[in-house]
């Protein structure tokens, strides 16, 4: 099984939106020389009045984030007649029509003659990408599948936001991990940090990110005198190597105190979760007591609806320290809930409350933060009928999610109809099941469409809403 990207066009066949002219926008004639050079290298499609598409699929050369490439769809009239055509991609990041802004372009190629309508492909994301490029020939609908590989690192950084809370002024704090993840092709390497001021150290100031992989480096708040003030910086990692996105900015923040008690970090992020999963990572806030004599704390998560929980006892008592044994400590321990619907990216706030043993009671608020992840699909319309004869339409599917999956396709029965294998479905992306009506003997045919995810190359995530069952029929 081979998923592709796939675009979904309402062809209009109205020949009033046709060119009459010969050469449009974007669409050249080429030479002899030129022709035989760029067409019909990976098969022709042939329409059926005399109308050739070539190549049957454009592979185009790879290219890295940031650059473009691109070659032609050779369109060829050996007909009794002129004819007319439109060429179509839509709401893709990836490719585009040269000469077409809004994605569509159309015009007439005279007998005997052909043109060239470019394909043209910028690098905006790691991975293979693909979209079928929708011809339309007079009455004949045909789609060449564009592919091309973009190369190039994509680098995250999980936290994007460390406050270390509570950090005495003769000790440095604990260390909190960040972890460096590279979702691209191609490996990166990390030289340094920008914007690191002498508040905050990293364990390790350079190192490399494979791809594919995880990297990950503790950054510390110094010690320093105690402070009103509290120190804040946004720091980069400085990137060596083709990264398709920017740098991700980390913030760092803490407050030295010469307090009893301290609490810290005052921020947890457990990264990104697929729904129906249960995140297993659990982040610690750290109360240490300074004194001889004991105090005492509770927590409350102050949504209704909260997705996280309190490992363990929300409330008791902080044992008094000091003397050889130095500081008591104990920690407050959070997890993540299933993950449900909705969507996105959540931030919730826990509240500390401590009495130590002397001065007044202490808040302080822990910002909690995780990330809901998964496909949503719908389908326009719910069923299709009233096809003719070797007739070819299609359903709209959209993946209202956010996140990339991949899906099969399978009719029940399959007698009569005709449909496609797989598909790629990215978040924000629509994309088109096409049906051709196959059926020979004359009678009626129904069938239902099932919609399943698989695994593929890259991020599949898992459909949260029972995929959409799809009806199509047809009379002969």
Known sequence: MRPRFRVWLAVVGSAGLLVACATIAGIEEPSPRARSKDAGVDGTIETGDGVTISPSELALPAIQCQESQSAPIVITNNGGAPASFEVAILNNATFSL?????????????????????????GVRPGPQSVDVVVRVGSSVRAVNAKVDVRGGLLSAAPSFVDFGDVRSDTQSGSVSVELKNEGNEQLSLTGWSGVAANFVFSKPTLVVPAGGVATVDVYMTPGPPSDVVPEVEVKPQVSGVNCGDAPTL??????????????????????????????????????????????????????????????????????????????????????????????????????????????????????????????????????????????KAFAIRNV?????????????????????????????????????????????ESTIQISRVDCAGVSAPICVAAPTLAVSAKR
């Open 98 to 122: 040269r000469g077409a802004p809004g994605g569509v372009l159309t015009g007439t190629v005279e007998r005997a003659k052909y043109q060239l309508v470019y394909v043209e492909a910028k």
């Open 401 to 445: 999610g956010n996140a990339r999956t991949c899906v099969a396709y399978a009719a029940e029965p399959a007698e009569g109809f005709g449909i496609e294998d797989d598909d790629v479905l990215n978040p924000g992306e629509e994309n088109d099941l096409r049906v051709e009506f196959r059926g020979t003997a004359p009678k009626t045919y």
């Open 251 to 392: 913030t760092l923040r803490g407050k030295r105190v010469s307090q009893d008690v301290t609490v810290g970090p005052l921020s947890a992020d457990f990264g990104d979760a697929f729904c129906g999963s249960t995140p297993s990572k659990q982040a610690k806030i750290t109360l240490t007591n300074y004194t001889a004599s004991a105090a005492s704390f509770s927590t409350t998560l102050l949504s209704p609806s909260s997705r996280f929980v309190i490992v363990g006892a929300a409330e008791g008592s902080l044992p008094g320290g000091g003397g050889i044994a130095g500081p008591s400590s104990t920690d407050i321990v959070v997890g993540v809930k299933p993950v449900g619907l909705p969507l996105g990216e959540f931030d919730e706030d826990l509240q500390i409350d401590v009495l130590p043993p002397v001065g007044p009671p202490m808040r302080r608020i822990v910002k909690l933060h995780v990330g809901a992840y998964g496909a949503i699909l719908e389908a326009s319309p719910s069923a299709l009928g009233s096809f003719d004869i070797n007739q070819t």
